[in-house]
């Protein structure tokens, strides 16, 4: 029985973690979020998979591809 409380208290405490990183972010938005871009990752140079932002590029295009589509 202490292992189950002992596990849900951690799931609860991640779950909080996470809650308050994204209400403590402007609207939400995490800076870096294309996992595809990371170097180890992403070996070859290819664009994201998310947005087509290309390594060599410094903003992510999924803003500019939700305000084309508006």
């Keep these: ?7 849900v208290g951690l799931l609860a405490l991640a779950f909080a973690g996470i809650a308050i990183k994204i209400w403590s972010k402007k609207d939400g938005k995490f800076a870096g979020t294309c996992a595809s871009q990371n170097p180890f990752l992403n070996k070859e140079g290819e664009a994201c998979g998310f947005c087509g932002k290309l390594p060599t590029e410094q903003d992510c295009k999924k ?3 939700t305000d084309a589509i508006r």
């Design 63 to 65: 803003d500019d591809a």
């Design 1 to 7: 029985m202490k292992l189950l409380l002992l596990t």
